[in-house]
């Protein structure tokens, strides 16, 4: 301390070319990051939004003639894009609201301590060490229709054959439940190391005032959690709107359109109808959509904040 | 009646914990399950629901028949240079960030942050158009550079929040005492954030050990394809022995699984370890 008071008193005023250092000295270490994703994420990403004004063609990627909005006035009128769109908001919605019920559950349920803790959290959390693409794998044989467990389960319960994967009743349920799997771990291991941080004291004070554990929860801990949870929920909601290798490599899409999400149908339209300027309207509109979500959340986050200050 | 109440409760939360890590755990056992089993099985007579140890010592050849070691050496590629390259972006970012006022410093944090929202499927497009004109195409080199892009803010946030709890009198007194902001932020910040830098690193390595869509658009020659794409590839086409690809997955997945699990534990003890001794 007296160290940083001796300091203040000897300060002498700074040289220019000193001043002109400290002043630069921030971009130094922002900078390097800050080029690197200019050149690799915002430069692709505005020739991908100049791109969606023209009827570039995957054959030739350099000779599309501008179009105006002629691709997105075609989008908001097709019922394939508004099906994409309904079932991302689907899709993510589930995913959002399933993945924070569960991964809360099990760690508040794995917040205590008991025998075989550690190696219950390491079990809960392989999921989510799982690559996509070994978890699509898994999943596919799982839910295969002759011979997956699933089937062979419901088998011997005496009932028939489901197509998890083909039956556009089932489609858009299997996909979420692959999905939940992959994803719940996340929650818990966040919203775990959140528990960690609520006082013992606020337990304690509760447990003499002689509340039940869900009042104690309700009352205590969910409002400690709250700030975790709402970050977490924004997460997960972003990260499904754009969630890709899962869901192209279980359904690819189908059954007929039913788990087709924003991002397959723009790799649909690039890749498979060869319609670059057409993909990237779909992308800019997703990403629109992502926009939207996170400007919403900064708002009611502020608002809850405030709420929970008073 | 109260203590019935409290043994109904803590029974309840077990069986919920134990049904919890039942369907975490039981895909990664099927998988290891299935990759022990005969196709005539799977696809016959019925896959039996204990694993036939027996048969593991059949499992490297198989495995060496679809070439998954070259696989996953081009993984390891990919990983390496993404965990590299967005370690040095990103410590010295995090540390940007962390201790300096400035202008534009809300706009870098949301650009780091936009690029979680970005759907890649959207970037696929000009950045092979972009790759083509560099000759990144077909390259591994050109993996890095794009993975790097997508991994580098996350190890940002999490390096961040470590340099956060750091109390600045540290440096402070160091720079006082002639140190450099590089050296300040080299043999100061650096070794108190470790467990997280620990953190930061395993996360970046599995998104470039994971990436599929990039890997799957760019790379047309089957050498240079990593695990993820040769992994979808097998499940495609039927000459590959469902035992096989199991098998394979699962190598592919616990590299991933271990680390991870060696990090939780540092990001733990880096989360209770609290900020500064003396």
Partial sequence: MTVLTDRKKTKRPQSLRSRAWTRSLPYLFIGPAMLYISIFVMIPLGRGVQLSFTDTKLINPQGGEPIGVENYAELLTSERFWNSFVVTVFYSAAIVIFSLMLGTLSAVLINRSFRGRALTRALLTFPYATPNVAVALIFLWMYNQSSGIFNESLAVLGIGEVGWLGDPDYGLFSVILATLWKVTPFVMLVVLAALQSVPEELYEASRVDGADVLSTFRAIVLPHLMPTIRVVALLMTIWSIRRFEIIYLLTGGGPVETTNVLVINIYQQAFQSQKLGMAAAIGVLGLLLSLIVTVVFFVVDRRASLAESQ | ?278
């Fill in chain 2, 1 to 278: 009646m109260k203590n019935i109440r409290k043994f109904a409760a803590i029974l309840t939360s077990r069986l919920v914990l134990i049904g919890f890590v039942v369907v975490s755990a039981f895909p990664i056992y099927w998988m290891f399950n299935t990759s022990l089993a005969l196709d005539s099985e799977l696809f016959g007579t019925g896959q039996d629901f204990l694993p036939h140890l027996e048969r593991a010592g059949d499992v490297p050849q198989k495995l060496e028949d679809v070439g998954i070691f070259g696989l996953l050496a081009n993984s390891a590629f990919i990983a390496t240079g993404v965990t590299v390259l967005s370690f040095i972006l990103a410590v010295m970012a995090a540390y940007g960030l962390s201790r300096f006022k400035f202008h534009g410093k809300g706009i870098s944090g949301f650009v780091l942050f936009s690029t979680q929202m970005m759907p890649e499927a959207l970037l696929v497009v000009p950045l092979f158009a972009l790759f083509a004109t560099f000759g990144l195409l077909n390259s591994l080199t050109g993996l890095v550079l794009a993975n790097t892009a997508f991994s580098m803010p996350v190890a940002v946030f999490i390096i961040k929040t470590a340099i956060d709890k750091i109390p600045y009198e540290i440096e402070e007194s160091a720079r006082v005492d002639g140190c450099s902001p590089a050296g300040q932020l080299g043999m100061i910040v650096v070794p108190l954030v470790l467990p997280s830098l620990a953190a930061a690193a395993v996360i970046n390595f599995f998104d470039g050990w994971n990436e599929f869509l990039f890997a799957n658009t760019f790379i047309r020659q089957q050498e240079l394809w990593p695990a993820s794409v040769g992994l979808a590839q097998f499940m495609g086409q039927y000459s590959t022995p469902l035992s096989t690809v199991m098998a394979a997955a699962l190598l592919f997945t616990l590299p991933a699984i271990v680390f991870f699990l060696l990090v939780q534990r540092q990001i733990v003890s880096g989360l209770t370890a609290g900020a500064v001794k003396g």
